[in-house]
C-alpha cells in the first residue's frame, strides 16, 4: 500500500472503466477521469460515497485525455452535481466537435455520451485541486492531447495512461501515426525526469516503483519501434478486448461482422495482417483464449476473470 495525503482518494477500477481520482478541498472538491459510460452508475455512487464526496459537492471534472474509458461518466456527473468540465487544450477541439473519429469511439464500436466542454486545460500550467498545486504536464503518446499531473510536494504523478505499472496505453504503430512512438519515448523521458514517490495510473493500483515501471514500459516502447506489426497485433486484441468487456458476450458467428464493421480494427487487418474477416476473428478468439483473457462458451466469446 502507498500513503496518499487525505484529501486525495483513489478508486481503482478496470479495464473498462478508467480509475478515478477524487481530490477533496476545503472549497472545491475534483474529480479526476469518470470512467465508461457502461459503468456510470457505479461511478456516481462511488464518488457518491462515504469514501468520496460523502454528502459533499463537486465543483469540477478534469480528464487526464478524453478516451471513453476515461470522459464516459463526464456528462452524468455533470447532471447530477452541475460541475464544470475541464479537458486537455489538445483535447477540447475534438470534444467540441465530437470528432468520434479522432476520439476512437465508434471508431473502436465504443460508446460515450457527449459533453461539453468548459475549460481548457494547458500544459506548463498549475492547478490548485484539493489544496495540492498540481503542475499539468504534456505526454503525448498513447493520446497525442493527453496531460499528466504532478504533485511536487507529496511527488505524486497522476499518470493516465501514459505509464501503468506494466506499460502504458497502446500506442498507434508508426504507418498509422508517425509521431506517436516518438512522442511516447520523449514522454517517458519528462516522466524519468521528474522525483516521483507514488504514480496514481489510469489503470491498476497506485505504486512507488516509478523506476520500475519506466524500465518496463521503455522495454515495451523498443519493441513497438523495432516492429509495427508486433503493436499492431496488440492493438487489435486491446481493442476487441475492450470491446468484449463492454458488450459482456459477442457470438463467436458474428466476429467476421464486428472486425470488419470496426474501422479500426479493419485498418489493422488492411495495414498489416490481410487475413479477412473469417481468419481474423479466428486468430483473435484464438489469440484472447491463450492469453487466457477471453473463453469460447455456448459458442460465445466471453471475458474471463482476470486472477486475482
Ligand atoms: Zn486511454
Known amino acids: 500500500m502507498v500513503a496518499l495525503p487525505s484529501q486525495l ?61 476515461h470522459m464516459g461518466g463526464n456528462a452524468a456527473l455533470q447532471r447530477a452535481y452541475g460541475c464544470r468540465i475541464a479537458v486537455p487544450a489538445g483535447e477540447a477541439v475534438l470534444v467540441d466537435a465530437w470528432d468520434t473519429h479522432a476520439l476512437l469511439i465508434d471508431e473502436a464500436g465504443q460508446r460515450a455520451e457527449r459533453f461539453a466542454v468548459d475549460e481548457r486545460l494547458q500544459a506548463g500550467t498549475t ?20 496531460l499528466v499531473f504532478y504533485e511536487p510536494h507529496h511527488r505524486i504523478l ?28 520523449a514522454t517517458l523521458d519528462m516522466i524519468a525526469a521528474l522525483d516521483v514517490a507514488v504514480v496514481v495510473p489510469g489503470h491498476g493500483e497506485p505504486f ?5 515501471a519506466l524500465e518496463r514500459a521503455y522495454r515495451r516502447l523498443s ?26 458476450r459477442i457470438a463467436v458467428a ?3 461482422s464486428h472486425v470488419a464493421r470496426t474501422r479500426l480494427l479493419r485498418e489493422f487487418d488492411e495495414r498489416y495482417f490481410h487475413f479477412g474477416p473469417d481468419a481474423y476473428a479466428a486468430w483473435l478468439v484464438e489469440g484472447l483464449c491463450a492469453s487466457g483473457a477471453a473463453a469460447v462458451v455456448d459458442d460465445h466469446l466471453v471475458p474471463r476473470p482476470r486472477p486475482a
Not at 160 to 185: H, S
Open 127 to 146: 492547478a490548485d485541486w484539493g489544496g495540492l498545486a498540481w503542475q499539468l504536464l504534456a505526454a503525448p503518446g498513447h493520446d497525442m492531447g493527453a
Open 254 to 256: 458474428t466476429l467476421p
Open 9 to 69: 482518494r483513489v478508486f481503482v477500477r478496470d479495464w473498462l472503466s478508467g480509475n478515478n481520482i477524487l481530490l477533496r478541498g476545503e472549497h472545491a472538491n475534483v474529480l479526476i477521469d469518470t470512467g465508461y459510460a457502461k459503468h456510470v452508475p457505479l461511478t456516481l455512487a462511488l464518488v457518491a460515497s462515504r469514501a468520496g464526496l460523502d454528502g459533499g459537492l463537486l465543483s469540477l471534472v478534469v480528464n487526464t485525455h478524453c478516451h471513453s474509458d
Open 208 to 212: 512507488a516503483d516509478c523506476a520500475g
Open 158 to 185: 497522476v499518470s493516465g495512461d501514459a505509464l501503468w505499472q506494466d506499460g502504458f496505453g497502446f500506442v498507434m504503430p508508426r504507418e498509422m501515426d508517425p509521431a506517436a512512438l516518438p512522442a511516447t519515448r
Open 223 to 248: 519493441t513497438l519501434e523495432a516492429d509495427s506489426q508486433r503493436g499492431a497485433r496488440h492493438a487489435a486484441k486491446v481493442l476487441l478486448m475492450f470491446n468484449l468487456l463492454d458488450r459482456e
